[in-house]
């Protein structure tokens, strides 16, 4: 059973406001809904053109829980751009809760090489492409201290360990969205710009952790400033670039303990790697106190009810501004007036919705067939399928006579 404490901090944690938890406002329409909602339900609210909507996708860590994904941002402009920041492993199932066509999803920026980071990109470049994705899948990434420690030579050999999937759905699907496009960017610049296009900028400048390439970026657009920090160490990039965000994102890392007693690992690693590779809570606060951003993100942890309330504490010794404690499925309006927090309502049941333009049809010369010896041991149910075929193909007006046998 929670304590009272541990319930006011929960509320102080987890709520943008003392309103947070009313039911919007008054309802005086029997037939109305509530003027000011205090969840975010995906699809039905319009993003304002001078708006931005924050997305936590993924917020845990390497090891793999139903709970929290590891480590992915999706950031909306009211422009209409999409922008990911890390895609890492299982993130794609919450992000196929938020019901965005896949064909305005081909944008990621990837921090560092490590698979909570991008370890879900097959999901999205694969998943998408089979999901009516019009366009190659986008990815930036830093350059390593050797070339193969790069993004480059990282997503080329992706691919290659990826080739069957890949060959096995070309001509069915059309090639374009099958195709990745890497730019690679040198990880030693300092806020350099590494995007810019339709007014928004991103820029990346080098990050701490583990070893040489990691990043962190900034997007600026319309006056607005969102930082990524990714997985790094404090530094002083992150402190001078994170002037004046609007939203500084940073991760917050485990306390030692909490390694030791939840994680299984050996003390003298769990401390090293909590102070060392990441960032603690009380580095943290140190952080967002000398950066002072309008508010203050802290992910990278397991958000549960025997860690946050410890972590909570560790940065209240330091920080006392605006804060978030994110956990998968949290979602930040940012506008004019403010930064409001909610809780997005997921559904496990999501299906791809179309985008506004249908995806382009396949090449079959480009399809693989199967060989005759393994065609040899197909089974013939043309008796079975015939009526539901005929049924479909007068639905979708398709001439028998324009199919051709593929596989």
């Not at 600026?220 to 997985?231: A, L, Q, R, S």
């Not at 030692?256 to 090293?272: F, L, T």
Request: proline share 6%; charged share 20%; aromatic share 12%.
């Amino acid at each position: 059973m929670k304590t009272l404490l541990q319930i006011l901090l929960f509320a102080v944690v987890f709520g943008p406001s003392v309103g947070a938890f009313a039911a919007g406002g008054a309802v005086d329409d029997p037939n109305g809904i509530a003027p000011d909602r205090y969840v975010y339900y995906p699809g039905t609210e319009a993003l304002g053109k001078d708006e931005i909507r924050l997305h936590a996708c993924g917020t845990g860590m390497p090891a793999a829980r139903h709970k929290q994904a590891a480590t992915c941002w999706l950031i909306e402009l009211g422009n209409g751009e999409k922008f990911f920041f890390d895609v890492g492993s299982h993130s794609m199932g919450n992000v196929a809760s938020l019901m965005i066509p896949y064909d305005y999803l081909d944008k990621v920026f990837i921090t560092h090489l490590h698979s909570d980071h991008w370890g879900d990109l097959a999901s999205l470049w694969i998943g998408g492409w089979t999901a009516g994705r019009n366009n190659p899948l986008q990815v930036w990434g830093p350059s390593g201290a050797e070339e193969r420690l790069g993004t480059a030579h990282a997503v080329k050999h992706f691919q290659e360990a990826y080739y069957w999937d890949w060959k096995g759905r070309l001509g069915n699907l059309a090639e374009a969205p099958g195709n990745i496009d890497v730019t690679e960017f040198d990880y030693t610049g300092a806020n350099h710009v590494v995007y810019e296009n339709n007014g928004v900028v991103v820029r990346a400048w080098p990050a701490i952790h583990s070893i040489d390439g990691p990043v962190s970026y900034s997007l600026e657009w319309n006056g607005y400033k969102v930082v990524f920090g990714g997985d790094t160490f404090p530094n002083k990039w992150y402190l001078e670039y994170a002037q004046d965000a609007d939203v500084a994102i940073h991760e917050c890392f485990h306390l030692p303990g909490q390694m030791v007693e939840k994680y299984n690992q050996a003390p003298i690693v769990a401390m090293y790697v909590a102070t060392k590779i990441h960032t603690s809570p009380q580095a943290f606060g140190k952080i967002m106190s000398t950066a002072k951003p309008k508010h203050a993100i802290a992910y990278h942890f397991f958000n549960d009810d025997d860690t946050r309330y410890e972590i909570y504490a560790g940065v209240r010794e330091v920080y006392d501004g605006p804060l978030s404690l994110a956990t998968d499925g949290m979602m930040w309006n940012i506008t004019r007036e403010g930064i409001t927090e909610r809780m997005t309502v997921m559904t496990e049941d999501a299906w791809s919705v179309p985008g506004s333009r249908p995806p382009p049809p396949g090449d079959p010369s480009l399809a693989t067939p199967i060989s005759d010896a393994i065609r040899a041991g197909a089974w013939n149910v043309e008796d079975v399928e015939a009526n539901m075929l005929r049924e479909f193909m007068q639905k979708f007006d398709i001439d028998p006579a324009s199919l051709q046998q593929n596989n």
